[in-house]
């Protein structure tokens, strides 16, 4: 089944704050997993979810998998994204839609977060 996965992030005004979202959808199309990465943005920035999903099903993609790259649970994971891939469903029933859980507490974070707070602590000795 062909796969098409979209990162969803929030969005910025700042440039800055969405080209790291674009590096992450880099490392995972080298990673060679799926069929096709994608990223969209929640709000301020353009692709939305659903200008991505419409994309991905255009190539050929059988299933859509939408990645909340979103630290922990607030509104957006639990609320205003659940309803946007309910509609992708409504427009779209012949594809599977898969919905991945957001990052969360996680010790690979804790572990970028020490190697962070280390770093620094570095910088001023």
Wanted: with cysteine; hydrophobic share 45%; glycine share 8%.
């Amino acid at each position: 089944m062909k796969t098409g996965v979209v990162v969803l992030a929030h969005g910025s005004k700042v440039k800055s704050g969405i080209e790291g979202l674009f590096t992450i959808v880099d490392m995972l199309r080298a990673m060679n997993k799926w069929d096709m990465v994608e990223a969209g943005f929640l709000q301020l920035v353009k692709p939305g979810l659903s200008d991505v999903v419409e994309d991905l099903i255009g190539r050929g993609a059988e299933r859509v998998v939408v990645m909340p790259l979103l630290l922990f649970s607030g509104n957006h994971v639990l609320k205003d994204i659940p309803e946007e891939i309910e509609q992708e469903r409504m427009k779209f029933p012949e594809v599977e839609f898969c919905y991945a859980k957001n990052i969360g507490a996680d010790e690979r974070i804790a572990q970028i977060a020490a190697d962070r707070v280390d770093a620094a602590i570095e910088v001023q000795q």
